[in-house]
């Protein structure tokens, strides 16, 4: 079993079985042969893939897992990108259904492949722009990497349930959302939640829950 991802899981009291651990070393043997051509990450080695994008998928999934347990859940990851948040959510949680919203015909590509080479059933790709169309109500709902929180909060809240959570990565410095923002896009902010990758430096998962209406 990879040990960088099964160390993680650990001290996220993330359970994993040893077949979900070599499915997520799978998936970043993927991104790696198709990184150059699709421009999918700027690591330089394996190893880089599983500190700094399946270990970050590793803890919106532990966040969800504490939430729902075993109970299925309707999960997506918004500006999916390479699959980094999302394929690592589908495969650690495999009774939730996973959605990666992409914008971007080429990546919707490769999801799709890494989806089929994986063989994963519980993971649909939508090539779509959150807030050009599509209705979504999602359970849970996480974005890494679109932008200040001001500008995808609203693009992101009206795809979240009532009662649901939108999950966003934010870096050192977390983004501050006005309340009137909040409110506009009825959600409430919830405390923020720490986390290191190891590297030294501090993370959050900046959480919202969608009022009840």
């Given at each position: 079993?990879?040990?960088?991802?099964?160390?993680?899981?650990?001290?996220?009291?993330?359970?994993?079985?040893?077949?979900?651990?070599?499915?997520?070393?799978?998936?970043?043997?993927?991104?790696?042969?198709?990184?150059?051509?699709?421009?999918?990450t700027s690591v330089a080695d394996m190893r880089e893939i599983f500190t700094r994008h399946i270990c970050d998928g590793l803890q919106?999934?532990?966040?969800?897992?504490?939430?729902?347990?075993?109970?299925?859940?309707?999960?997506?990851?918004?500006?999916?990108?390479?699959?980094?948040?999302?394929?690592?959510?589908?495969?650690?949680?495999?009774?939730?259904?996973?959605?990666?919203?992409?914008?971007?015909?080429?990546?919707?590509?490769?999801?799709?492949?890494?989806?089929?080479?994986?063989?994963?059933?519980?993971?649909?790709?939508?090539?779509?722009?959150?807030?050009?169309?599509?209705?979504?109500?999602?359970?849970?709902?996480?974005?890494?990497?679109?932008?200040?929180?001001?500008?995808?909060?609203?693009?992101?809240?009206?795809?979240?349930?009532?009662?649901?959570?939108?999950?966003?990565?934010?870096?050192?410095?977390?983004?501050?959302?006005?309340?009137?923002?909040?409110?506009?896009?009825?959600?409430?902010?919830?405390?923020?939640?720490?986390?290191?990758?190891?590297?030294?430096?501090?993370?959050?998962?900046?959480?919202?829950?969608?009022?009840?209406?």
């Amino acid at each position: 079993m990879n040990p960088i991802i099964s160390a993680c899981a650990e001290n996220l009291h993330l359970p994993l079985c040893a077949r979900q651990i070599d499915l997520l070393e799978r998936y970043a043997g993927l991104v790696w042969q198709k990184k150059e051509t699709l421009n999918l990450t700027s690591v330089a080695d394996m190893r880089e893939i599983f500190t700094r994008h399946i270990c970050d998928g590793l803890q919106a999934a532990a966040y969800i897992y504490a939430r729902t347990g075993n109970t299925p859940a309707q999960v997506a990851d918004a500006g999916s990108g390479a699959g980094y948040i999302g394929i690592t959510c589908a495969v650690a949680l495999p009774g939730c259904t996973v959605t990666l919203v992409e914008s971007l015909q080429r990546r919707c590509a490769f999801l799709n492949w890494a989806v089929m080479m994986l063989g994963l059933k519980n993971v649909k790709v939508a090539n779509k722009r959150l807030g050009q169309g599509g209705n979504f109500s999602f359970d849970f709902l996480t974005e890494r990497a679109m932008g200040k929180l001001a500008d995808i909060l609203p693009l992101c809240a009206p795809a979240v349930a009532p009662g649901g959570l939108f999950i966003a990565y934010q870096g050192e410095q977390p983004d501050e959302v006005p309340v009137a923002m909040l409110e506009k896009c009825a959600v409430q902010a919830l405390p923020l939640t720490p986390y290191s990758l190891g590297d030294g430096k501090k993370r959050f998962l900046a959480v919202f829950k969608k009022e009840n209406k």
